[in-house]
T-cell receptor
């Protein structure tokens, strides 16, 4: 079953802890993206990657880190430096062509307790 | 800097009424523009893209480079159109989204 999978669906973190969100795709897509979705603010780009071992900061990268060691995987770490980490996180992948469709995961809801 | 603006957070209409969801963009080059939709408890998914010039579920969107707009239109709204709609712009390697418009279609 092809697609993009995020795990876990819900995640709770204590203040001061780092936490890693998983994103895996078997669509053979080159590009992968992480977004943060907050009410009234739409989808804000955190990090993106066009190719293995390369990634770029998006608009709100502070307090986050990523890696792209494999084409199919693009994990996001929310560090303790992120001031307001409680949010819904979405991962997406697409082919590199501009008009190509982006496919989204189901999302991970992170709550800091 | 590239930016996508959706001025309306909420648009409420009655079934059968025309719908127009506004989208304006700022980008110096030739943009690739999209509309994505998120139905309740479903994944965000592509609705349509400007390059295809297609009509999906009765929706159309025309790119107006002079007004830098890509408004989404449907002549007769249906209850099943109720969802969150996002306008998106792709340039070089970034895919950026607007803040979204929630469409509510009442019976």
């Amino acid at each position: 079953d092809g697609g993009i999978t995020q795990s876990p669906k819900y995640l709770f973190r204590k203040e001061g802890q780092n936490v890693t969100l998983s994103c895996e795709q078997n669509l053979n897509h080159d590009a992968m993206y992480w977004y943060r979705q907050d009410p009234g603010q739409g989808l804000r780009l955190i990090y993106y990657s066009q190719i293995v071992n390369d990634f770029q900061k998006g608009d709100i990268a502070e307090g986050y880190s990523v890696s792209r060691e494999k084409k199919e995987s693009f994990p996001l770490t929310v560090t303790s430096a992120q001031k307001n980490p409680t949010a819904f996180y979405l991962c997406a992948s697409k082919q590199g062509l501009g008009y190509a469709e982006a496919f989204f995961g189901q999302g991970t809801r992170l709550t800091v307790v | 800097a590239q930016r996508v603006t959706q001025p309306e957070k909420l648009l409420s209409v009655f079934k059968g009424a025309p719908v127009e969801l506004k989208c304006n963009y700022s980008y110096s080059g030739s943009p690739e523009l999209f509309w994505y939709v998120q139905y309740s408890r479903q994944r965000l998914q592509l609705l349509l893209r400007h390059i295809s010039r297609e009509s999906i579920k009765g929706f159309t969107a025309d790119l107006n480079k002079g007004e830098t707009s890509f408004h989404l239109k449907k002549p007769f709204a249906q209850e099943e159109d109720s969802a969150m709609y996002y306008c998106a712009l792709y340039n070089t390697d970034k895919l950026i989204f607007g803040t979204g418009t929630r469409l509510q279609v009442f019976p």
